[in-house]
DNA sequence: GCTTTAACGCAGAGATCTCTGCGTTAGTGC
DNA sequence: GCACTAACGCAGAGATCTCTGCGTTAAAGC
């Protein structure tokens, strides 16, 4: 139940098997789910023995939930100076990582409870997510403008993307992303 | 995989078996998680032998997707004849349905891909969810009102409402659910 | 009440998972 | 290079799951 798996020795031969592990992991969960997965289906894709993975990991849940936390949000796409097209870019960007294979299946896997007490796996998601659109906030703030807040951002573009991801609702593209940052933007105005 | 499990012999013993195992499975999922359920172990829970569980539901996920299907919708409020006492009394019933134990387990199970061939189980719990406020915007829209359309309270009420459950966000209670339903109406207003 | 048969219980084989001890490999620091 | 040791591979025991044949029970229809 150790999730964090690159404390001590991260370099060399560990770095490897943690990346064919996660690789391994990804590629089952896009072609089976992430019901169908167990330890020793990930080890055998990997090349890995099991064993390692029930000393590193413990779990699938814990397994899919570090694979989670480590997929690189390096993609993050450059402020570009406007509150409107930040928010549009990164809600868009948002529904690209949610719909990629698997995508879905990972957050379920780090939102479930029975992994660190229940909470941590929770903030951990829910603060990455944060992050994406903080920036875009802080800097409309520091341009003197009043965007929304960030609890308004997560209830109306982050909530619907994810809630119509899960259930596959069609019209869910980038046109359904500008309509939902013009409705905020253009309401009745962020007051908090 | 025939998650009917209702149709040649509803009665009798049957009957009383399918309770069990409900009630058994329910009782697991709240108590240990849905990612430590086995069949065997609702089985025992229930009194039943497991060969049981095996041929009628096959697999965890069936059962409990089986489980949600039934999840009685009986205790639907009343209509009060005003559309915004209407949504605020669905939103917060639906908040309550959501965080009973395992409610959201159980809406994972049934959203959960490789049952059905992935879509039969989303779109009936969509259907669900949004059979409890049709009928109030049938309803406001037989009045001469102009309330908003389905996708919209999906998306502003029912999407935030399953994200922050979901999240363990504080302060989802039924103050946030009257929020979102003003913010809904006062807003911009239905166009669609 | 009798017949039919769907659904259940029992038992067990086989597969798979889960976990641990022990020796080996290879990254880390000197 | 060399010592140290974290991490890995191997092997296997034990538990658990998964599934199937076969006989039994009891619901459904007459």
């Given at each position: 139940m150790n999730a964090d798996a690159s404390t001590k020795r991260p370099g060399g031969r560990s770095g490897r098997v943690r990346a064919a592990v996660h690789d391994a992991a990804v590629a089952l969960v896009a072609e089976r789910g992430a019901d169908r997965v167990t330890l020793p289906a990930?080890?055998?894709?990997?090349?890995?023995?099991?064993?390692?993975?029930?000393?590193?990991?413990?779990?699938?849940?814990?397994?899919?939930?570090?694979?989670?936390?480590?997929?690189?949000?390096?993609?993050?796409?450059?402020?570009?100076?406007?509150?409107?097209?930040?928010?549009?870019?990164?809600?868009?960007?948002?529904?690209?990582?949610?719909?990629?294979?698997?995508?879905?299946a990972f957050f379920r896997a780090e939102v479930a409870p029975g992994i660190d007490e229940r909470h941590a796996g929770l903030r951990e998601c829910l603060d990455r997510v944060s992050a994406r659109f903080r920036p875009a906030l802080d800097a409309a703030r520091e341009r003197g403008e009043t965007p929304p807040s960030l609890e308004?951002?997560?209830d109306r573009i982050v909530a619907p993307l994810y809630f119509r991801v899960v259930f596959s609702l069609p019209g869910t593209d980038d046109g359904y992303v500008r309509a939902l940052v013009a409705e905020l933007l253009d309401g009745p105005g962020g007051d908090g």
């Open positions: 990930v080890a055998r894709r990997a090349g890995v023995n099991s064993s390692t993975l029930y000393r590193r990991w413990g779990s699938v849940a814990a397994l899919l939930a570090d694979v989670a936390g480590h997929r690189d949000d390096a993609g993050a796409p450059p402020l570009a100076g406007d509150l409107r097209t930040d928010l549009e870019c990164r809600a868009a960007w948002t529904l690209t990582e949610l719909s990629r294979p698997g995508g879905i308004r951002v997560l």
